[in-house]
């Protein structure tokens, strides 16, 4: 059983950037292939990032390739997500989420373990 814990988000204007966290207890955290995603009212839950076991490999969604950057530091079992450039689209409650499945880390249904997510608001 993992437990995860977002923190970081709040407002900020455009062109702006903010520093998630996520926070894990309860198991190995160097089990796990970590992810980022988001879902903004009235839009179906999208890929941000993912970051493998190592954190040697990373893999982002088309739509913050080159503003986003995931991390983690298997020490002090935390994920972080570095958004910059941020943009109005970018509003959303982000979660991250914990799996020891192997391969397709853009599927959000292989992901057992979530956290409650954090608002991110992005003004214009």
């Known amino acids: 059983q993992v437990q995860l814990v977002e923190a970081g988000g709040g407002l900020v204007q455009a062109e702006g950037s903010l520093r998630l966290s996520c926070a894990t207890s309860?198991?190995?955290?160097?089990?796990?292939?970590m992810a980022w995603f988001r879902q903004a009212p009235g839009k179906e839950r999208e890929f941000v990032g993912a970051?493998?076991?190592?954190?040697?490999?990373?893999d982002y969604g088309d739509s913050v390739k080159g503003r986003f950057a995931i991390s983690r530091d298997n020490a002090k079992n935390t994920m972080f997500l570095q958004m910059n450039y941020l943009k109005s689209d970018d509003t959303a409650v982000y979660y991250c989420?914990?799996?020891?499945?192997?391969?397709?880390?853009?599927?959000?249904?292989?992901?057992?373990?979530w956290g409650q997510g954090t608002q991110v608001t992005v003004s214009s």
């Open positions: 989420a914990a799996t020891s499945a192997i391969g397709a880390p853009r599927d959000a249904g292989r992901y057992r373990y």
């Open positions: 309860g198991s190995t955290f160097s089990r796990y292939t």
């Open positions: 970051v493998r076991r190592s954190g040697g490999s990373t």
